[in-house]
């Protein structure tokens, strides 16, 4: 056994020592001239002054050409409506996956409620026909009836925020329509004490 531990570790000393070794040239090989790296071919600057010539277009790279001008705007167009859009349609994604964890952890009752609330919109739908302006009005508001019953507080809050706006809307569309009014129909010789008349 002692032998054999004095093969595998004799050359794996000799790995860690450090040798220097000299070359010395033969005794019949002529000397020979160093060479510059300027002089290697490979270094050497080609006499005179370069100049940059651009090759002629082909028949293809013109079309190519033409046709980038072409959809340049559609290009940029697409780039600004899709920057304008992901936005939006990652919030709608967020907002689908949160509805999607809410309907799987859903509190109790919700379901039943959910149908209530639909089953009120389809007896609207059944009682509006005959009429584009009840098929707008009635199936929304007997879903708003039901889904005040189930949730008062909600419902509250709703009412306020939408009859505020609903007086804000009218109120703006009252100014408009005077507006017009007073611009297209009335007339100058109409009215009264403007000055300038005696």
């Not at 780039?79 to 859009?85: L, P, V």
């Not at 059944?126 to 039901?146: D, E, H, Q, T």
Request: charged share 20%.
């Amino acid at each position: 056994m002692f032998k054999v531990i004095q093969r595998s570790v004799g050359p794996a000393s000799l790995s860690l020592l450090t040798f220097k070794v000299y070359a010395a040239p033969k005794k019949d090989s002529p000397p020979k001239n160093s060479v510059k790296v300027d002089e290697l071919s490979l270094y050497s600057v080609p006499e005179g002054q370069l100049k940059y010539v651009e090759e002629a277009r082909s028949q293809l790279e013109e079309r190519i050409s033409q046709l980038r001008h072409y959809c340049e705007p559609y290009t940029t167009w697409c780039q600004e409506t899709y920057s304008q859009t992901k936005p939006k349609m990652q919030n709608l994604v967020q907002w689908g996956l949160d509805s999607y964890d809410y309907l799987q952890n859903a509190p109790p009752g919700f379901f039943p409620r959910l149908g209530v609330i639909g089953f009120a919109g389809l007896i609207g739908l059944l009682l509006a026909r005959g009429s584009k302006i009840k098929k707008l009005v009635y199936p929304p508001g007997f879903m708003g009836l039901a889904g005040s019953l189930y949730y008062p507080q909600q419902a509250i809050v709703f009412a306020q925020v939408s009859g505020e706006r609903l007086y804000d809307w009218g109120l703006r569309g009252y100014i408009v329509i005077e507006d017009l009014w007073k611009e297209n129909f009335q007339k100058p010789g109409n009215v009264k004490n403007s000055p300038g008349t005696k």
